[in-house]
């Protein structure tokens, strides 16, 4: 099973974050051409994160894994043994949006810090644990980083998909 470190050794690439805050942040029509297009992509990139999650536990929610019906995620009421689901989720990220959406809770933003090229399967399972991503940006996958000052090994929803990976294959 690879570790954090051979995970993001392997999957992790370069860092773009002078490349798109310069595009991000450029004085020039966004949308007018393929520049103009680039420009609009790089501000998504740059835009904070709706939070679901941090929002949804503030609230009193949780999430569990239903390991038995298609293993799945739901969110119940935390202390609400005998609640039931009304539907689960194929991720986590869904999940808790699905939480926020249902209970009118706002969603909290993280700021975006840093930008970083990485390849498909890790921005597949990015996504899936709420982060965002962009799969075309000038023809590069880049991951939009909401942490920054720390090893990218060492961020929560790096070892989260390594010990997903180490459930998934039984390690």
């Known amino acids: 099973m690879r570790t954090a470190e ?35 992509q790089a501000q998504e990139l740059a835009a904070p994160i709706a939070d679901y999650e941090e929002a949804a536990t503030q609230a009193g929610f949780e999430l569990l894994r239903n390991e038995i019906v298609n293993k799945g995620y739901y969110w119940r ?54 982060e965002k991503t962009d799969s075309d940006f000038a023809g590069m996958t880049v991951w939009a980083r909401t942490t920054t000052g720390q090893a990218i090994s060492g961020d929560a929803v790096i070892t989260g998909i390594v010990a997903d990976l180490a459930r998934e294959y039984g390690a």
């Open 77 to 130: 009421p935390r202390n609400d043994r005998g609640w039931v689901p009304s539907s689960v989720h194929e991720s986590a990220a869904e999940a808790w949006h699905d939480c926020c959406e249902e209970n009118d809770i706002e969603p909290y933003d993280r700021e975006v810090f840093e930008h970083w090229i990485v390849s498909d399967w890790l921005a597949e399972k990015l996504a899936a644990k709420g």
């Open 6 to 40: 051979q995970l993001v050794s392997a999957e992790v690439h370069y860092c773009v974050s002078y490349l798109v805050s310069t595009l991000a942040g450029a004085d020039y029509p966004h949308g007018a051409d393929d520049l103009g297009s680039l420009m609009d």
